[in-house]
């Protein structure tokens, strides 16, 4: 069985944007006996947004205990490579080839799932590049495997164990009263019908009609209390589930769709569904199936016999169609999650649609994941019709050899019509219980495809030293860059290189340099949002991860390239939907972003709405609101990354003025000339290092630079 199970090549879907070779290492390092997830191996060999080249692969490969052998090769020779391997696909992309026929391939795509398709479809994606796996002489089974646990998963939840206790009570006192209804028929066929008195038959008739009018309180009690356990789970497990969410990384978001993370949060609502339905009903019915089987046997040991015989055929059809039920699941979670992505960047991108006329190819985007969906969803519903199907058979043909047995044991007197009767009528409950118990049995194994899901939140490691141990006073606004270096991936570029700097307290610095020469990734680096592969950044001359980030932050106000503006009024973005703010310390940050004359232009002045994002607002008024609001928060350090690149000359020589006089420290990035030249010094990024130069030496080297430009 082992042997069985570790040549079974699986599908390993991607959870990052570019993180397709590194699933399709875990694919094939699981073929041949390591038991890996991609969750640890994205913990060990991090990918960074521009995904993985193909040395990467080869590295990480060595690490595993494999040896790589690159290979080009045309779509003929791929029969004559060890197989599985890893196949270079649409130039962007990496697929594991499972197999190879004259006619058709089959390929493991880790966007995709398991795909099929013909050898001329297959050579249209291939880009002739192949990588072949081999378990080197000293390759020994890995076991990394990230452990998943109900209560990792939820959190810290209330009052549901209490709720689930009183569910059980409800439900084993409903079950009670099912199963004494069918004695009803029993007692009337012999016992009243024999003897012909009315008497017992009213009693019979008015006892059993008291079980009936119990057992719908009770139901209704039951349905009473799992509702509220369920509303109750949800709004818990969701606030616990997005609050870690907020405690991540920054590159955890930058590496994923928005309907990837949307979708996790799809599939915390299936499992709880899942749990405060199917799981209470499953115990239900377990419980059931216990009691009948033991009446059953009490009856006869020989038509039981029968009725586990069709319980075990059913559960061995349910058993052999296991995982072709979890890999439909897994393919349409997957197109789920793409296509809402692709409604979430449309809508996003709807006027850049517009103006390149491509609203029909976006439509054909949308539709074709629908459709991928669509397919997905139809499957898995052949699937269900199908075991309803073999449900009926098994269970049909069940029934009408026990009544044929039963009759024939009737006729022999080994069994009253009474009992006949009865015998059939558990042995159908039996039949729908048991049925009903493997369902939900299988729903709740599958319930793993949404564990995995939601364990890409609730299991990612929360942002480090957000908390530190600093308790002295505050420390001086002064930042110190000590030999900082830093770079995306292990194979990337450095981005920047020993790397030192020196900000006092109260000065205003320019950060400037050529386009992707690292000045965004040097303020995320100030901020602590990325974190240095080597050196320290301090504040005061402490370092800011003694310091903490929560409490380093606050020191900060700051305005991004890509900063947002969040539904509500314009006065609640400034204040940062702060429940104590006064509007006079609204006002004072708007004058000083030099937006508060065109809030009071506006219908509703500060009350007026920003729209989706800031839809409603200018880029200009929408830079000035994002500096309003990193101005209310009255900062000791200022950050600016191109936070006046929407306005004109003159509107920023007076922001540039207004702040000039505030008593904090200014940091700030930009390309405008005037920007630059109204700081007191100028650090400029050149080859990863930072070179710190005056005003007037700035000012003379662009002169120099403009005119060798316009000779």
Same mark, same amino acid.
């Given at each position: ?171 084993? %006192?409903?079950? #009670? +009263?099912?199963? $004494? ?5 029993? =007692? /009337? !066929?012999?016992?009243?019908?024999? &003897? ?13 009609? %008291?079980?009936? #009018? +119990?057992?719908? $309180? ?5 349905? =009473? /209390? !799992?509702?509220?356990?369920?509303? &109750? ?479």
């Amino acid at each position: 069985m082992r042997r069985a199970d570790r040549q079974r090549l699986p599908v390993v879907q991607q959870n990052e944007i570019a993180e397709c070779g590194l699933a399709c290492l875990v694919m094939v390092a699981r073929y041949h006996g390591h038991d890996i997830d991609l969750a640890s191996m994205r913990r060990r060999f991090p990918i960074s947004l521009k995904g993985a080249g193909l040395s990467r692969l080869i590295a990480i490969a060595g690490t595993l205990g494999f040896q790589a052998r690159p290979l080009r090769a045309e779509v003929a020779h791929l029969r004559e490579i060890a197989l599985p391997c890893i196949l270079h696909w649409d130039l962007n992309h990496f697929v594991v080839l499972k197999e190879i026929g004259r006619e058709r391939a089959t390929v493991h795509d880790p966007a995709r799932g398991e795909v099929t398709m013909s050898l001329a479809e297959f050579g249209r994606h291939f880009t002739g590049i192949a990588l072949e796996l081999a378990p080197a002489a000293d390759f020994e089974p890995l076991r990394e495997r990230q452990r998943i646990s109900l209560s990792s998963l939820i959190g810290r939840v209330t009052g549901v164990r209490r709720a689930l206790a009183q569910v059980l009570m409800l439900a084993v %006192a409903l079950e #009670v +009263l099912t199963l $004494a209804l069918p004695l009803s028929m029993q =007692w /009337v !066929v012999d016992d009243v019908l024999v &003897s012909a008195d009315l008497g017992l038959l009213s009693l019979i008739g008015i006892g059993f009609l %008291a079980i009936v #009018v +119990l057992q719908s $309180a009770i139901a209704a009690m039951r349905g =009473w /209390v !799992v509702a509220g356990i369920g509303a &109750s789970l949800n709004a818990q497990w969701l606030a616990n589930l997005f609050g870690h969410l907020l405690r991540l990384p920054l590159d955890y978001f930058e590496k994923r769709s928005v309907g990837g993370v949307l979708s996790r949060f799809l599939s915390l609502q299936t499992v709880q569904q899942t749990l405060t339905g199917s799981f209470v009903e499953a115990v239900l019915d377990g419980l059931t199936v216990s009691l009948v089987l033991i009446l059953l046997l009490l009856y006869s040991p020989l038509l039981t016999a029968l009725v586990l015989a069709a319980f075990a055929a059913y559960a061995l059809l349910r058993w052999l169609a296991y995982r072709k039920l979890w890999s439909l699941k897994e393919e349409q979670l997957t197109y789920v999650a793409r296509q809402q992505s692709q409604l979430i960047e449309s809508i996003h991108g709807v006027q850049t649609i517009k103006l390149a006329n491509q609203q029909a190819q976006r439509r054909a985007r949308v539709a074709n994941a629908t459709v991928e969906v669509a397919n997905r969803e139809a499957a898995i519903g052949r699937v269900a019709a199908l075991f309803g199907g073999l449900s009926r058979l098994v269970f049909g043909a069940q029934r009408v050899l026990l009544i044929w047995i039963a009759a024939w044991m009737t006729l022999r007197g080994q069994f009253s019509a009474g009992m006949l009767v009865v015998f059939v009528t558990y042995a159908d409950l039996f039949a729908t219980r048991t049925s009903s118990l493997i369902d939900k049995f299988v729903d709740l194994r599958l319930l793993g495809l949404h564990g995995m899901r939601i364990a890409d939140i609730a299991l990612e490691p929360p942002e480090p030293h957000v908390t530190g141990q600093y308790a002295g006073p505050a420390p001086a606004p002064t930042l110190q860059v000590d030999g900082v270096s830093f770079r995306y991936a292990e194979d990337e570029p450095w981005i920047l290189r020993d790397c030192s700097l020196r900000i006092e307290a109260g000065e205003s610095v320019a950060i400037v340099g050529p386009s992707g020469c690292g000045k965004t990734t040097l303020a995320k680096l100030l901020l602590g949002l990325l974190h240095p592969a080597h050196g320290r950044i301090g504040i005061g001359g402490v370092d800011i991860r003694h310091y903490g980030l929560g409490n380093y932050r606050a020191r900060f106000g700051t305005v991004m390239q890509d900063d947002a503006l969040f539904a509500g009024s314009i006065a609640e973005n400034i204040c940062g939907f702060d429940a104590d703010a006064t509007q006079e310390a609204i006002e004072t940050a708007a004058r000083a972003a030099q937006i508060h004359d065109d809030i009071l232009r506006m219908p509703m002045g500060y009350e007026s709405l920003v729209g989706d994002m800031g839809s409603t607002l200018s880029g200009g008024q929408k830079q000035r609101v994002l500096l309003a609001r990193a101005l209310y928060r009255q900062p000791a350090i200022l950050l600016l990354d191109e936070a006046t690149s929407h306005l004109d000359v003159a509107r920023e020589r007076a922001i540039n003025d207004c702040i000039a006089g505030l008593a904090m420290t200014r940091i700030v990035i930009a390309h405008r000339p005037e920007t630059i030249l109204n700081a007191d010094r100028i650090i400029e990024l050149r080859e990863g290092a930072a070179i710190a130069r005056s005003v007037d030496e700035y000012a003379r080297a662009s002169k120099t630079e403009r005119a060798g430009h316009h000779d």
